[in-house]
């Protein structure tokens, strides 16, 4: 499948969070993004060094100025388990904005088109790092890294973009 692509609609689909309560949501993205501005970024594992030292990061650090720029939601979204994603958001102790969704089967990935294949480094299919800018559930910005690399999917190219 080909990657998602500026012009393109996201998919929809469903994807894991825990709520304030701790109780387990499933969420589809079609009712977080439609109507709205909206980030979704995807990282290849939670807990690894680049998506936790740096990717992350950078959109907790400009979630204020993203959001007056007219951003509604900031979505992250990893090929991961939501008991995973919601232990590596209690590590954010000064998060807001960021919502942590769970791909744990990565079907979501798969329909954007991001999958990544780390077998080979026994991680099996995670995503590749991605930022998607997305008006009213058309991608206006695609940023899609290639391999491991951290160049051109952080918040700082959004904010170009805005």
Request: charged letters at 20%; aromatic letters at 6%; hydrophobic letters at 45%.
């Amino acid at each position: 499948m080909a990657p998602i692509k500026v012009g393109d609609v996201i998919p929809d689909g469903t994807l894991g969070q825990f709520d304030s309560e701790d109780q387990l949501q499933q969420l589809s993205i079609h009712s977080l993004a439609a109507g709205k501005k909206v980030i979704i970024f995807g990282v290849p594992g939670a807990f690894t060094p680049t998506c936790s030292m740096q990717h992350v990061p950078s959109f907790i650090t400009n979630a204020e100025e993203l959001k007056s720029k007219g951003v509604a939601e900031i979505l992250l979204v990893s090929v991961n388990d939501p008991f995973v994603m919601k232990a590596w958001a209690k590590t954010y102790t000064e998060n807001k904005h960021v919502k942590f969704l769970a791909d744990g089967s990565a079907a979501y990935t798969h329909a954007l088109g991001l999958e990544l294949d780390l077998g080979e480094k026994g991680l099996g299919i995670r995503s590749r790092r991605f930022s998607l800018l997305v008006d009213d559930l058309k991608v206006k910005v695609a940023n899609i890294e290639e391999g491991g690399a951290f160049t051109v999917s952080g918040a700082d190219e959004i904010l170009k973009a805005l």
